[in-house]
């Protein structure tokens, strides 16, 4: 059966409250340890301290994937509302055009073909 | 002739329209909407703590003298992946929000004056008669569209509530409950370095260490005291987001722009401790 997050956290809790326990016990008692029981001590300070880091991160991820319908959701809002936002832009380009189209014709009535052309560019790059 | 013509067909049904829409419907200012979750996105954006997820983990194995894998870095990364891909789901939420409440975003002023200056220049309308269209469409397009915006906010509000509850609680609880307890852990291992320095009997070695520590303890306390108050502004983001669905009916109330405000201040007061 897989650890709950609950189950993770006490754990953890457990072995980060060990790990310096085990240092300090290591220090006052340095001298009467031999080699091997210095080592065993250094050993079992880092893995109780690095088992708890690895459970706090499960609990993480636990407690981060029961979230996932709620990310789906927000997800489908966001769409929804970029939506929205693209049509009104899209009434605002249209206006664009309309725009284009009246300095179209105000160039077309200068009859001259420079602005004419400036203008027919512009309004090509509004439709595109 | 146009002018004449213009004014006749077109221009006094618009204004007629103009009038009945002001009459039948204000302009919802939703301001205040924008404001709070435009706050709450810039506050939620924070991106300190999703790389320390590893990171704090990489320096405690470096305390202790381990060699850092892949392997034994899988679930920190797992972890930030998960971490960012919620948060970057509420800065998107959050942004949509306050575009969608952008009372901007239903202006068309800009747009239909351009339309009516060369509509002038096109000697398709004389300046008057244009600069009435102008303001005229202005508010028929604004009021059309505004009944949808307020609509989409409402919508957007109280159908998300729940969501965002429980995204900002998760990403609060893991804030709370595993990354400040890692850094815990990361100055547990820096003590221990200070002991390990004491126990090599050499004074130099041992000043050096509390150097290091005096320096890494300040770290340390400086990333959880902005983890805290991340913590803290994501609670009173969940608040001020559930205060709008209560609120759903009445945005432009005086009092809820009020409170909701008070949320907006306090996002910025927390906003000041983060460390970057």
Known sequence: ?128 | MHTKSFRSTLLRPLLLLAVVATLLSGCANLAAVRDFASQAKSLSSYNVIPPDLVGTNVRRQALFGKEVTEENLANYKRHREHFEDRQAVIVKYMGALAAVADNEVINYKKNLDDVAGAATKADVLDKGDADLFASAANLVATLATDGARRKLVRDLVTRCDPAVQKLTAALAETVREDYLKSLRREADATDGLVRDADLAKNPGLSRLARYAMFEHTATIAARKKSAEAFAEALGKIGAGHAKLAAHIGDFTRKEFIAELKGYQDELKALQAQFKN
């Open chain 1, 1 to 128: 059966m897989p650890l709950t997050k609950q189950e993770a956290r006490q754990l953890a809790d457990i072995f980060t409250e060990f790990s310096p326990a085990i240092g300090k016990y290591k220090y006052d008692h340095w001298e009467e340890l031999n080699d091997t029981e210095r080592k065993l001590l250094m050993d079992l300070e880092y893995d109780l301290s690095e088992t708890a880091s690895q459970l706090s991160a499960v609990a993480g991820i636990l407690t981060l994937e029961e979230v996932e319908a709620s990310v789906t959701d927000l997800t489908t809002a966001v769409a929804d509302a970029e939506k929205f936002l693209k049509k009104v832009a899209t009434v605002k380009k249209g206006l664009g055009i309309v725009t284009g189209v009246f300095q179209l014709a105000a160039a077309v009535m200068t009859k001259e073909p420079k602005a004419i052309l400036k203008e027919l560019k512009s309004l090509k790059k509004l439709i595109a």
